[in-house]
């Protein structure tokens, strides 16, 4: 399989995803299943490393915090449904690659899914940063969307660098 382990585990790296992340994907192979399971407990690691470094970068006060962590949680939520689409999308381009070639069909479907994720992903930054901004203030607000953004900015990087060329 071209698609190696550690591109999937990328993918993976800021979900907070149930080891059967791959559920809406038709009959997950074993290797796949053997992925999902390793990018859960790798997510089970990072998720409390990221959320001391946004805790350290905003310097909330108690009042801040007490309304922050609330929209924070919310966002993680949202961000687990989008990473395992993205996952999900990557897993289906995977196995078309393998089998020689995408099809038109399939092709469209999948970059469809990409175009989509990326307007729910700006959507959900959007939303972030309104309630962020009244719960902390504007500046802080927008340094904590710029580090999700840079966060997922980084993943889709290495998502893509890792992913062969449609042929």
């Keep these: 399989m071209y698609l190696n382990t550690r ?12 080891p059967l992340m ?3 994907l038709p009959n997950p192979t074993l290797d796949e299943a053997k992925v999902l399971a390793q990018a859960q ?3 089970n690691q990072t998720q409390p490393e990221k959320r001391k470094f946004v805790k350290n970068e905003l310097a909330l006060t108690p009042e801040q915090a007490e309304q922050f962590w609330p929209i924070y949680d919310e966002h993680q ?17 995977a196995r078309a690659f ?8 399939t092709a469209n479907a999948l970059a ?7 307007k729910d992903e700006v959507a959900l930054l959007k939303h972030t940063y309104r309630y962020a901004s009244e719960a902390t203030s504007p500046v802080q607000a927008a340094l904590y969307v710029q580090i999700e953004a840079k966060l997922r900015a980084r993943l889709r990087f290495e998502e893509t660098d890792m992913l062969p060329l449609v042929k």
């Design 41 to 43: 407990e790798m997510q």
């Design 77 to 93: 939520l949202a961000l687990r449904e989008l990473n395992r689409r993205r996952i999900e999308n990557i897993l289906s381009y």
């Design 98 to 105: 393998n089998q020689g070639s995408l099809n038109d069909k």
């Design 112 to 118: 469809r899914e990409v175009f989509d994720i990326e």
């Design 22 to 24: 791959a559920g809406n």
């Design 7 to 18: 591109a999937l585990i990328l993918a993976a790296t800021l979900a907070v995803t149930s």
